[in-house]
């Protein structure tokens, strides 16, 4: 059964760095561990990589369109590959979890988040797997009381100490991988979640 997973970012060097970016990086670490290279793709609007999980197909993908239109080039690449949506993950960064966080999870809302938005108008529903990894929020900052844009904030380089804690949790990710791909998701989060 062939498999998907999609990091969620912006192209160019600009945003190479930004908390936005955080699907990317998880993408190249993963790539790097199976020694896969990306390659740009246009009918699938992105970067894609082909690799090997115990004999299957596992298909890596970071979209060349901004965010907000992910779901073109997720949805190019599933229908090609007649891929449902049972068989891809998602990996993004999320608002409402701290830095050092990360949670699986099956379905739900978008939860403002523009690139899930689109993912789900181009596949039909919203029953796609989600790896969240934690950026935190603007709100937490400490900082001269005064609230920082949401989108200024996603797209800014973190602090070198968030930048550690979410490297952890795209480790921790990488490594409740294996239980997922192989069908045990329950063992997956269990694992994961039990990092904090």
């Given at each position: 059964?062939?498999?998907?997973?999609?990091?969620?970012?912006?192209?160019?060097?600009?945003?190479?760095?930004?908390?936005?970016?955080?699907?990317?990086?998880?993408?190249?670490?993963?790539?790097k561990?199976?020694?896969?290279?990306?390659?740009?793709?246009?009918?699938?609007?992105?970067?894609?990589a082909?690799?090997?999980?115990?004999?299957e197909?596992?298909?890596?993908?970071?979209?060349?369109?901004?965010?907000n239109?992910?779901?073109?080039?997720?949805?190019?690449?599933?229908?090609?590959?007649?891929?449902?949506?049972?068989?891809?993950l998602?990996?993004?960064?999320?608002?409402?979890?701290?830095?050092?966080?990360?949670?699986?999870?099956?379905?739900?809302?978008?939860?403002?988040?523009?690139?899930?938005?689109?993912?789900q108008?181009h596949?039909?529903?919203?029953?796609?797997?989600?790896?969240?990894l934690?950026?935190?929020?603007?709100?937490?900052?400490?900082?001269?009381?005064?609230?920082?844009?949401?989108?200024?904030?996603?797209?800014?380089?973190?602090?070198?100490?968030?930048?550690?804690?979410?490297?952890?949790?795209?480790?921790?990710?990488?490594?409740?991988?294996?239980?997922?791909?192989?069908?045990?998701?329950?063992a997956?989060?269990?694992n994961?979640?039990?990092?904090?």
């Amino acid at each position: 059964m062939t498999k998907l997973i999609v990091g969620l970012g912006n192209p160019g060097s600009e945003h190479e760095h930004d908390r936005h970016n955080a699907g990317f990086w998880f993408v190249d670490a993963l790539a790097k561990q199976l020694g896969a290279r990306f390659e740009t793709e246009k009918r699938f609007q992105g970067k894609a990589a082909k690799a090997k999980w115990e004999s299957e197909d596992l298909w890596l993908l970071k979209p060349d369109t901004y965010m907000n239109l992910s779901g073109q080039a997720v949805g190019a690449l599933c229908r090609f590959h007649k891929i449902g949506p049972e068989n891809l993950l998602v990996v993004q960064d999320e608002l409402d979890l701290k830095p050092g966080s990360a949670r699986l999870k099956l379905g739900g809302g978008t939860g403002g988040h523009n690139g899930l938005k689109d993912i789900q108008a181009h596949l039909g529903t919203p029953n796609y797997w989600r790896l969240r990894l934690g950026i935190g929020h603007p709100r937490d900052l400490a900082g001269d009381g005064r609230p920082m844009d949401v989108a200024d904030y996603v797209l800014r380089k973190p602090l070198l100490a968030e930048q550690k804690l979410i490297e952890t949790s795209i480790q921790n990710g990488l490594d409740c991988l294996p239980l997922f791909l192989k069908g045990d998701s329950q063992a997956a989060m269990l694992n994961l979640h039990s990092k904090d």
